[in-house]
């Protein structure tokens, strides 16, 4: 690790090119989720300090979808090559900001900026498309119509706290190889992160006024982003409980929302034990469960259930937990009351009647990998997402049951099925009502080209770095008369 570059200083907003201090004159504190002291401040921007940014968003926009798109890809490489000389500050301030593994937060830097890049050669690779008019019955070959892909204009993208860079530039990047500028409002927690990662593109020379940075809480200045007229599109990652209100406050424009989950790890009765227990821990507890995609409960056939429960057992003792520092698997909560929470899950499941295997020991905010056994669906550990490190295991006796239990979830995220029946493993798939099926494998999002898509309370809209670039765009349809 490189020595300290984080300090406790006040961090300014992002606006039309310039670092600034609010005209609100207040500042949020940011506390390290296992430092427990302030770790940095930044700006409570103000509604006016808004407007303008959207103003300069706009401005800027014009000119940048002018550019050829090799221009602006010019600037993009440039901006993943920023972040790759940061990784060692960005993945320090990462680890003390949000509490994640000081390797995984740089891996996190480096997938950003690989992800930058492929989003470059994926827009570069996308033609729209063209069509004759006597296609259809009764149409003249005289028409020829121009299917392209323009920008949508100034889009506001919305980023939750566990991945503050990726998550961030999974919405930047997209948004600006597609002709967009873009209002970049980062979670709270997670905004020193983001700060870092607009610093890099400041070093970039991006136009001044195409990236905004807004940092403020988003139960101040969330609903006022949201409901702006000069918003034209919403990139959101976060809470289904957030990204449900938003739904419900934006304007008429395109929305993509990835939410929470409840990721099951289905695994039948002819299954690799040992594979399932290996990827269903690290599915679970990887940076504590603070993974959307992490699996949220095991649905397992009661005749293996004992074999199964044995081996997640001797994989649970050989967690690490403690600091970030150290690269431990389970760390600190992001804060007191997820913590909280998640206690409450357990506590609500061992009162009920769940057998504790492993955990349900507490330090404060870090909650140790709790592994329980007989759980019902009459507790609320199986059904609600925890966001930290407790795995419920449900027994079931038949496909039919697991399907029926992943279905009766509000979430719609991904899945898991163990197998070594290739023709169950689809025929499962085709049942769940998930984005995401992985056959012998955790759940997990990447690779980033792959679709990534929630359903249900899980989310709406599709991201994946295609994806995120269709949506960012719309087709416009230009036709030819031609003479005959
Ligand atoms: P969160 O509390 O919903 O916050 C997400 C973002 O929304 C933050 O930037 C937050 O700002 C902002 N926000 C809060 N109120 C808002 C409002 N009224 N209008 C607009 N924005 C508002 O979620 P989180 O705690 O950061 O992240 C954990 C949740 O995100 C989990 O449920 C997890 O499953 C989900 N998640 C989903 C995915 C996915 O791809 N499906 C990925 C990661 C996380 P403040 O921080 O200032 O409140
Ligand atoms: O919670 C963030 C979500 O997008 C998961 O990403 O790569 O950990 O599966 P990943």
Redesign the pocket.
């Known amino acids: 690790m490189t020595s300290s570059v984080l300090t406790s200083r006040t961090n300014q907003f992002y606006i039309n090119g310039e670092w600034r201090d609010s005209d609100s004159g207040e500042t949020i504190d940011i506390t390290s989720p296992y430092l427990h002291e302030v770790i940095g401040k930044v700006q409570a921007v103000t509604r006016d300090e808004v407007d303008n940014a959207i103003q300069f968003a706009h401005e800027a926009q014009k000119e940048w979808a002018e550019k050829s798109l090799q221009e602006r890809s010019t600037y993009l490489y440039k901006w993943a090559d920023e972040l790759v000389r940061m990784q060692d500050e960005i993945a320090e301030t990462i680890m003390k900001e949000v509490g994640k593994g000081y390797e995984d937060a740089r891996k996190e830097v480096v997938r950003t900026a690989d992800f930058i890049r492929y989003t470059i050669e994926e827009a570069q690779h996308m033609n729209g498309e063209s069509m004759r008019g006597d296609r259809f019955p009764g149409g003249s070959k005289s028409k020829l119509a121009i299917v392209d892909r323009v920008p949508l204009g100034v889009v506001l993208a919305?980023?939750?706290?566990?991945?503050p860079v990726n998550?961030s530039a999974a919405k930047i990047a997209p948004a600006l190889i597609a002709g967009n500028a873009v209002i970049f409002?980062?979670?709270?927690?997670?905004a020193l992160s983001g700060t870092k990662m607009m610093e890099a593109m400041h070093r970039a020379g991006l136009p001044k006024g195409l990236v905004n940075l807004i940092t403020?809480?988003?139960?101040v200045i969330?609903?006022y982003?949201?409901e702006h007229k000069g918003i034209n599109m919403i990139s959101?990652?976060?809470?289904?409980?957030?990204?449900t209100?938003?739904a419900k406050k934006a304007n008429m424009i395109p929305l993509v929302l990835?939410?929470?989950?409840k990721d099951p790890g289905i695994v039948r009765e002819d299954a690799d034990l040992h594979l399932a227990a290996i990827q269903i821990i690290s599915g679970a507890f990887s940076y504590s469960g603070q993974r959307?995609t992490a699996i949220k409960r095991v649905l397992v056939h009661e005749n293996v259930a004992d074999e199964l429960v044995k081996l997640l057992t001797e994989e649970v003792a050989k967690l690490s937990v403690g600091s970030p520092e150290n690269g431990s698997t389970i760390v600190p909560l992001i804060d007191d009351k997820s913590a909280d929470f998640v206690q409450g899950l357990i506590t609500d499941a061992i009162e009920q009647g769940a057998h504790l295997l492993a955990g349900n020991q507490r330090e404060q905010n870090l909650i140790y990998p709790t592994l329980l056994d007989h759980v019902t669906t009459d507790m609320k550990v199986a059904w609600e997402?925890p966001?930290g490190p407790v795995l419920p295991i449900i027994r079931v006796s038949s496909d039919e049951e697991a399907i029926n239990i992943t279905n009766g979830s509000d979430y719609g995220?991904q899945a898991s099925v163990f197998t070594k029946d290739i023709n169950k493993a689809f025929a499962i798939s085709n049942k769940l009502e998930v984005g995401s099926v992985q056959i012998n494998g955790r759940t997990e999002?990447g690779p980033d080209h792959f679709p990534?898509i929630?359903v249900k309370g899980?989310?709406m809209g599709a991201?994946g770095i295609k994806k995120s670039l269709e949506s960012m765009t719309r087709e416009k349809v230009t036709i030819l008369n031609l003479s005959e």
């Open positions: 919305i980023s939750p706290f566990n991945y998550l409002k980062p979670a709270t927690q997670g403020g809480r988003g139960s969330g609903d982003l949201v959101f990652t976060g809470g289904t409980k957030t990204g209100n938003l990835e939410l929470g989950g959307c997402e966001f995220l999002r990534f929630g899980s989310g991201q």
